[in-house]
């Protein structure tokens, strides 16, 4: 008699596929990663999924726990780029997000996925153009984030400077098309778009730690 065998996918298999696990080769064709660095952002993947719910699936809690060592209270920041990587708007980051998303700020990634990855990051309401309130906000929660204070007026003369400079019709909002010539003449616009660990995560895997300094916002003013 033949041997019966069972059909049925082995506990790492439904693991793998409850976290939206895809493999590593077709990861690495589709970013700017290689597939042993695929393969190290799983394991820190793991790590970030289990930190708080054991589900293998990162919530926005992990996420500003992973960003900021805190998963207490909403920081527009974190949140807004958890957003972004939640690419099924599910409400959490499978694996395959994960590894898509954190690859535009591999530092070999092309500029052009940068720029739109950060005009989104602006665009809170989701509108296709870039306002004043909306930029304002971003500013405040970055220096929130940062743990430093600077008066309404030095927040507004950021947000003016900014929309002198990039609002070319004067129409009081920024489309992508003005953003793209914004970021050309200011590319420390972009600068917090590149973590340069990610150029050899299999050496370095560090914590996945993001640090904004405000200097790097506020010199989007100059």
Known sequence: MGCAFSSSPSPRKREQRAQGYEEPAVLAAETSFTVNE???????????????????????????????????????FA??????????????????????SLSIFHPKAPESEKTAFAFKLYDLRGTGYIEKEELR????????????????????????NTFSQADSDGDGRIDPKE?????????ASLRNMSLPYLQDITTTFPSF??????????GISK
């Open 209 to 218: 730690v993001m640090h904004s300094e405000v200097e790097d916002y506020s």
């Open 179 to 187: 953003w793209e010539e914004f970021v050309k003449q200011n590319p």
């Open 79 to 100: 949140d807004r780029v958890f957003d972004l990587f939640d690419l099924k708007r599910n409400g959490v980051i499978e694996f395959g997000e994960f590894v898509r």
């Open 38 to 76: 695929v393969e190290a952002l799983y394991e820190l993947y793991k790590k970030l999924s289990f930190s708080i719910f054991k589900d293998g699936l990162i919530h926005k809690e992990e996420f500003r726990l992973a960003l900021f060592r805190t998963s207490r209270g909403a920081n527009l």
């Open 137 to 160: 906000e971003m500013v405040v929660a970055l220096l929130d984030e940062s743990d430093l204070c600077l008066s309404d007026s030095a927040v507004e003369e950021i947000v003016h």
